[in-house]
């Protein structure tokens, strides 16, 4: 019996001391940095914390932007960080105070590596003061290869060494960007947990001579110039109805198998909002939220909204999984139809839609008519990290609909 009570007196040590080694992913200020093509580093910082019913909770920042993350697997020294809505998310090994790992996206078979440590809440370590003020309008040329540019509106307010902004482009914008600018450089980074974007740019008073990097998969090179009169075109004028076509037409399974299209009876005689998107895409999500908050303040409205999903989840399966995940997190409550799955390419999901012009960006929103006319298509949207933009749109929004209520 002696031996027995000893043995267990050496098991339950055993168990205290490991139970004592246990770690714990410690609350507070985290500091991230993955490293995206050639070594560069992209940063993003978010917080720790233990909730009233002890469970961790994350949120991370990029400027104005909080993203809350409610789901962090725990086992061992192993952790698991999913986004919501996104099918990205974090993995690796942790101690108390660092986080050691990768970024992946699986279903395009994207894996970056990352480590963040605990206790640092500067983005970028700044140890020169700037030399220049970037705030202000700047007309921007992005060069994704030796003959193929796009034009882009970068915005950006700077406050001692702080600066925030973004870039828009005519599909979009580069989310909420964070940073500094330290000497006569400027850098700047976001992370959402489907994008991470880094942009590092030499600056004088009146020009940005720069890179942007997306992840570790992407590398663009940008100009830019001071122009405050600076605009870009019209995302109301990029994509068409193509001559031949009077109509837009479709038809797309939703989650239960059934096919639906315009020609059901519950889009009859109705205004329609048709949205080309997919889950992956951050635009998208704002756009979604903006669509949901105009319904929800608007319940007796006549008007039906209908999404049509461009996914790159390599199954069907997977692919209304993350439609649902979506729909479950935003509430979505109008049908999201899928389109197109095991590719995101634009020319494929023109295809699906021929009367278009082109697919040009997700998101893009089609609108009909009483009658079944379309009447605008809106390549693109600008969020809230474009702040006057953003309101401005859904000014327009609210009064184009309205009119087309009403007749």
């Known amino acids: 019996m002696k031996k027995i009570a000893s043995l267990l007196s050496i098991v339950f040590l055993l168990c205290t001391c490991n139970?004592?080694?246990?770690?714990?992913?410690?609350?507070?200020m985290w500091l991230a940095e993955l490293t995206a093509m050639d070594?560069?580093?992209?940063?993003f910082n978010f917080k720790v914390f233990t909730d009233s019913l002890g469970i961790k909770r994350l949120e991370i920042y990029n400027a104005?932007?909080?993203?809350?993350?409610?789901?962090?697997?725990i086992a061992g020294d192993s952790i698991r960080i999913n986004f919501p809505v996104y099918e990205g998310y974090l993995t690796g090994v942790f101690t108390d105070n660092t986080i050691e790992g990768e970024f992946i996206k699986e279903s395009l078979d994207r894996i970056v590596p990352f480590k963040a440590t605990h206790g640092l809440s500067e983005r970028f370590r700044n140890t020169n003061r700037p030399t220049f003020n970037v705030s202000g309008v700047w007309e921007t040329d992005f060069m994704k290869d030796a003959t193929e540019t796009y034009k882009a509106k970068g915005i950006f307010m700077q406050s001692g060494d702080k600066v925030s902004g973004t870039f828009r482009t005519a599909t979009g914008?580069?989310?909420?960007?964070?940073?500094?600018?330290?000497?006569d450089t400027l850098k700047v980074s976001a992370f959402d947990g489907a994008h991470a974007f880094v942009f590092n740019a030499k600056v004088t008073d009146s020009s940005l001579n720069g890179v942007f990097y997306s992840g570790n998969h992407s590398k663009e090179l940008f100009t830019a110039k001071r122009n405050e009169g600076f605009e870009l075109v019209s995302a109301d004028s990029l994509t068409y109805i193509k001559e031949g076509y009077d109509k837009l037409a479709f038809s797309f399974p939703n989650a239960e198998g059934a096919t639906v299209s315009l020609a059901d009876e519950r889009y009859k005689d109705k205004v329609v909002?048709?949205?080309?998107?997919?889950?992956?895409?951050?635009?998208c999500l704002d756009e979604t939220k903006y669509y949901m908050s105009y319904l929800n303040d608007n319940p007796n409205t006549e008007i039906e909204f209908i999404a049509l999903a461009f996914e790159y989840?390599?199954?069907?399966?997977?692919?209304?999984?993350?439609?649902?995940?979506?729909?479950?997190?935003?509430?979505?409550?109008?049908?999201?139809?899928?389109?197109?799955?095991g590719s995101s390419?634009?020319?494929?999901a023109q295809q699906k839609l021929p009367m278009l012009n082109h697919v040009l960006s997700y998101p893009t929103s089609i609108f009909i008519d009483k009658k079944g006319d379309v009447r605008k298509i809106h390549t693109g949207f600008n969020g809230p990290a474009t702040g006057e933009k953003y309101l401005e749109f859904k000014i327009k929004f609210e009064k184009f609909v309205a009119e087309l209520l009403a007749e």
């Open 19 to 28: 139970e004592a080694k246990k770690n714990v992913l410690t609350d507070g």
């Open 39 to 43: 070594d560069e580093v992209l940063p």
């Open 64 to 73: 104005e932007e909080i993203i809350e993350v409610d789901e962090i697997h």
């Open 173 to 183: 914008d580069y989310r909420y960007l964070d940073g500094v600018v330290s000497g």
């Open 273 to 283: 909002v048709v949205q080309i998107m997919g889950t992956w895409c951050p635009n």
């Open 313 to 341: 989840a390599k199954t069907k399966e997977g692919a209304f999984k993350s439609i649902q995940r979506l729909k479950d997190r935003i509430g979505v409550n109008y049908p999201i139809l899928l389109a197109q799955y």
């Open 345 to 348: 390419d634009k020319v494929l």
